[in-house]
Each structure stands twice: as structure tokens, then as C-alpha cells.
């Protein structure tokens, strides 16, 4: 159950119950248990060929597992171990080598000054364990949007796991260890290896793995960061900090290390191939005219409803609900004036995605390594994208043209929402407008790699300024007829430009009317679940194709207005 997590669920090789939680089609979990006794160790060390870490947690794992394509990966001691240099070619030399040396009962002979990973530290490149044979990570240059994670959203799911732990006889300090934080609409893995050996070196191996929950995204971010101890001391004692507290947090030191080494790794185009986004089967809109009529005629607002809220699914109702709408369901019943804000924001999320997939695009070159973007005669990324809008209309998949075919479904659903009860209608029109805002400047980021904050921002006001402005044009045009209101979409839709093909006018405008009459037919329970997708305007194209009757009286009226000679 999305959301649900399973504190108490028991693994498969019976070992202690893991910690899990299954979010939009993921599954993560983790094992907390204690240290290894001395049977599994000796184990341990038969297999590596090297005597393991004085803090060994080998039952301890997180894991990520994509429930539907069967894709997953889990982090371990003893996968990390096993990239643990056991040449003996690559070592360091320390004060208390042969101290160390003697608790490790010889294992370890001639340590000697070195760069690159070596057993006794424990140093390790571990990335994790995939375990699917179809689906790999492939190298790629797209970043984590830390941006995104940036965000307040709230956490349902945190859990930190050592793998193993060492102090290198006293020596400094060497770790493994994972955190897993699980919000809404993505998560993000870390595992660290940490290692600090006093009077020689500092060394952190980072490896992030980051998922998307709606685009079924998977990045893997590798980042290596090391330095000479004395070299980050004397970083720290400039700034006036307190150094041997400092130097035991790899958090106050991961900034000041440079990266010696990053890579990326994404697994997205696959998951997509596996199917799992389903077809929609878009509910019915009727037109709202006949063929044959000359002027169509809507109310533009439909007649506001007596309820004081969109109406409460009955028990007997619940049985047909997903699992977060009986909740909001029955919230809403026992609290529905605290509840209205909360179920608006998660209802006006789904419709806001709705309206954001009628022009859906995607940018092919951004997940290439070295890709090059193309541009548009103005300047604008050109994307790639399928559907109505682009393939018969004629529009091109760009940011802009995205902003306005969604903006024009919001305006349908802004529509159709004032006729909410008056308590709870502004709700529901700040949540709409909220949500449209979270999804550009992701795409901002995740499409058009715009990761400065101050010119998303730009972009941002600039897009409410336009909404603004489309208000305006569009209830003018319900108001005053299908002149002005095509006018309207002429401005927005086509930038006013004058080789507009006025068949796709005439059907955009008549696709507008046709879902605000479906729109206006269904009850405010309906709207108040979401249960609303788009569908085709080119089933308007019919309509738009007959002939008026208008038509067969204007040379009538051009031989009486034309002057006799």
C-alpha cells in the first residue's frame, strides 16, 4: 500500500524483521541488526580473503526494488568488502602500523605509503548491488536535481544503517554506512564510506541513488573526495572551529575535500520500455453544440451547488476507493473544515498532473552524454513530444508551448472549481495554481538543466504573469462568444501569429466548450476525487468542419449592402 510502511515484516532467510515501506511502486528496506558473532565472521573471512572490520554488521542491508519491472538494488558489507584491495600493492603507512598489524593476526604484512584503495583501511568503491538482469544503470550526465530535495516536503520514511566500522587501532576512523530518506514524490539513498587516518589522509566515497517517483527516474551519482589531513586541519583552523570535534563528522568535511573522481548513471529510458505507464481511458466530454447550430452557448460558470463541500463517500463507497482517498474520505467526514485545505492539495496535485500531460514533451539529448540540445528559431530547446497538440496541430515541444496547453486545461478546471462552495473554492484555486508552479520548475531543472534558482524564479513570475492574464482572456471570450474567445486562444495558444490554421483554432475553441460541458455534468464528487482526464480534441474536428448556416446568407447580405449601378 503506497505510503504504508511494514516496521515488522519478516525477511526470507529468517532472520529479524525489516524496516519497509512501499511508495508509488517502490519498495525500500532496511535491516538494523548487531554486530557479527564469531562463526559468521570467520565465514566472512574465509570468503574475502582478508580479515573483516573490527565492527562487522554483515546481516545489516537497503535495498530499493521497483515492484513492477522487477529492477532493484541493495547495499551490503559483504558486496563492499569484496572491492576492498586485497593486492596488498596499495597501502599507507601509519604510527601504529604493526599495532594494528598484531590485531589482525599478521594478515596485513609491509604497509607502505600509497593513492589508491587499500585493504587495511577498508576503502571501498562499492556503488551497491543491482539486481536486475534486463535493466542496468547505463552512464549518463544527468545530475541529481538537488534543488528537489531541497524542498520542505515532509519525510515518511528515514532509516540510517552502519555497515561496518573500524578505528584502525586508534588510529582514525574508517565506516561504511547508508541513509534513506523517502518523501511524496521521490527518495534519496546515500552510502557513505568515510575513512580518516590521523597525520595522512581524509577520504569520503559518496554514492547517492536518487528516484523519481512519477517519471520512474533512477539516478546513481558516484563522487570521490579525498585529501591530506594536514591540508583540511588547517582549512578548519582557519575558520575557527572547534578541529577534533570537527574531523570526527564527515558531514563538516565532505565541502572542503576535493573530488578526485564523479560519475552518473540513470536507468530511466529502460523502466519506461517495461510498460508501466498505462493507457488512459479519458472520461466522455460532449460537445457543447450541435452540428448544425450556428452560435454555440454555454453558461461559461456552472450554477454553484447547495452542498457545503464536494459530498463524502459513504462507508458502503469505500470498497471502490484507493487507499489515500478513504483516508481523505473519511478525514474529511470526521473534520471536514480542518480537512478541506489538505484533501484540496492532494486532489488539485492530480488534476494539475492531468492538465501538465495533454502536451507532455521530452528532451532525448539531455540524458546523452556530450548530447547537444536543439534549439528552435528563437532560441528555445526544442523537445520531442507525441499527442494531438504536436502531431496535428502543428505546435512544437517546447517549455512554452507546454505552459500554455496546460495553462488552458487549468483555466477548464478553474472553471468548473468556481463553482465550489465559496469556503472552500479559493482552496482549491491556490493548490491548482501551487501545484502547476512545483511541476515547471521541475521541468526547469530535470529538462532544461536551469539550475539557478534566481532565473527559475524569472521564469516563474513571468508565468504568473501570464495566468493572470489568461483569466482574463478566456472569460471574456465565455462571456462575449467564440469570436473573442478564439481570439483569446489566437493570442496565447498561436502568439498571434497570422498564418494560423484556422481549422485547429476553430477545434481548440470547440474542444473548450466540449469539456466544459462535460465538466459541467459531472457532480462535485467526481471533481473532488480527480476523477477528470482530458481527451481527444480531435474528435471536435467534425464539428468544426461543418458548414454554418451563416454562411449561405452572407451573399445575400453582400448583394443588398453592394451598391446598384
Known amino acids: 500500500m503506497d505510503g504504508q510502511s511494514s516496521p515488522k515484516v519478516p525477511s526470507p532467510s529468517g532472520y529479524e524483521p525489516v524496516n519497509a515501506i512501499t511508495q508509488r511502486g517502490f519498495r525500500i528496506t532496511t535491516r538494523k541488526l548487531p554486530i557479527l558473532k564469531a562463526e559468521p565472521i570467520e565465514r566472512m573471512t574465509t570468503t574475502l580473503g582478508i580479515s573483516p572490520p573490527e565492527m562487522i554488521f554483515g546481516d545489516n542491508f537497503a535495498s530499493i526494488e521497483h515492484l513492477e519491472s522487477g529492477w532493484g538494488i541493495e547495499f551490503n558489507a559483504l558486496q563492499a568488502l569484496e572491492m576492498v584491495d586485497k593486492t596488498g600493492h596499495s597501502m599507507l603507512q601509519v604510527a601504529h602500523s604493526k599495532e594494528w598489524q598484531s590485531t589482525r593476526e599478521k594478515k596485513h604484512e609491509g604497509i607502505t605509503e600509497v593513492v589508491k584503495p587499500f585493504d587495511w583501511s577498508y576503502t571501498t568503491d562499492y556503488k551497491g548491488t543491482e539486481r536486475s538482469a534486463s535493466l542496468r544503470l547505463r552512464s549518463s550526465n544527468t545530475p541529481i536535481p538537488l534543488e528537489l530535495l531541497k524542498r520542505p516536503d515532509p519525510i515518511i520514511f528515514f532509516d540510517e544503517v552502519m555497515l561496518y566500522e573500524d578505528e584502525m587501532a586508534d588510529n582514525g576512523i574508517t565506516s561504511l554506512s547508508c541513509k534513506v ?7 534519496l539513498l546515500l552510502c557513505r564510506f568515510f575513512m580518516r587516518l590521523d597525520g595522512v589522509m581524509v577520504r569520503i566515497r559518496d554514492t547517492r541513488v536518487y528516484v523519481e517517483f512519477d517519471t520512474r527516474e533512477v539516478i546513481r551519482e558516484y563522487t570521490a573526495r579525498e585529501d591530506r589531513y594536514e591540508a583540511i586541519r588547517q582549512k578548519l583552523a582557519m575558520k575557527g572551529r572547534d578541529v577534533p570535534a570537527q574531523l570526527r563528522d564527515p558531514n563538516n568535511l565532505v565541502d572542503l575535500l576535493p573530488i578526485v573522481d564523479k560519475t552518473f548513471e540513470s536507468v530511466q ?4 520500455k517495461t510498460g508501466l505507464l498505462s493507457p488512459r481511458r479519458p472520461i466522455s466530454v460532449s ?3 450541435s452540428a448544425t447550430e450556428a452560435v454555440p452557448h454555454i453558461s461559461p460558470t456552472p450554477a454553484p451547488s447547495s452542498k457545503t463541500q ?10 471502490s476507493l484507493p487507499p489515500t482517498n478513504k483516508l481523505a474520505a473519511e478525514i474529511r467526514k470526521r473534520a471536514p473544515f480542518i480537512a478541506e485545505t489538505y484533501i484540496a492539495y492532494g486532489i488539485c496535485e492530480k488534476l494539475v498532473k492531468e492538465c501538465a500531460s495533454q502536451a507532455d514533451y521530452t528532451i532525448p539529448q539531455r540524458h546523452e552524454k556530450n548530447g547537444v540540445i536543439p534549439k528552435t528559431a528563437d532560441g528555445e530547446d526544442l523537445g520531442v513530444g507525441t499527442g494531438w497538440w504536436y502531431e496535428s496541430l502543428g505546435m512544437t515541444p517546447t517549455f512554452n508551448n507546454w505552459a500554455q496547453i496546460t495553462f488552458l486545461h487549468m483555466y477548464i478546471l478553474t472553471v468548473r472549481l468556481r463553482a465550489f462552495p465559496a469556503s472552500a473554492a479559493p482552496s482549491w484555486h491556490q493548490h491548482l495554481l501551487d501545484h502547476f508552479f512545483y511541476i515547471a520548475e521541475d521541468r526547469m531543472v ?3 538543466n536551469v539550475y539557478s534558482r534566481m532565473i527559475r524564479n524569472k521564469y516563474l513570475k513571468d508565468l504568473f504573469t501570464q495566468w493572470r492574464g489568461i483569466l482574463a482572456a478566456y472569460d471574456e471570450g465565455l462571456v462575449k462568444g467564440d469570436a473573442v474567445l478564439a481570439t483569446a486562444v489566437w493570442r496565447n495558444i498561436f502568439y498571434g501569429r497570422e498564418d494560423v490554421d484556422m481549422k485547429g483554432l476553430g477545434t481548440v ?3 473548450m466548450r466540449g469539456v466544459l460541458k462535460g465538466l459541467e455534468g459531472m457532480d462535485d464528487e467526481e471533481v473532488g476525487k480527480g476523477d477528470v482526464v482530458f481527451g481527444d480534441p480531435g474528435t471536435q474536428k467534425k464539428i468544426v468542419e461543418v458548414k454554418s448556416r451563416m454562411m449561405d446568407t452572407l451573399p445575400k447580405m453582400e448583394r443588398i449592402q453592394s451598391p446598384k449601378k
Open 509 to 511: 475553441v470547440s474542444y
Open 269 to 272: 529510458s529502460s523502466i519506461y
Open 310 to 319: 464536494p459530498p463524502i463517500p459513504q462507508p458502503d463507497e469505500y470498497k
Open 181 to 187: 530518506r523517502v518523501m511524496p514524490a521521490r527518495l
Open 287 to 289: 460537445a457543447s453544440f
Open 446 to 448: 530535470r529538462e532544461h
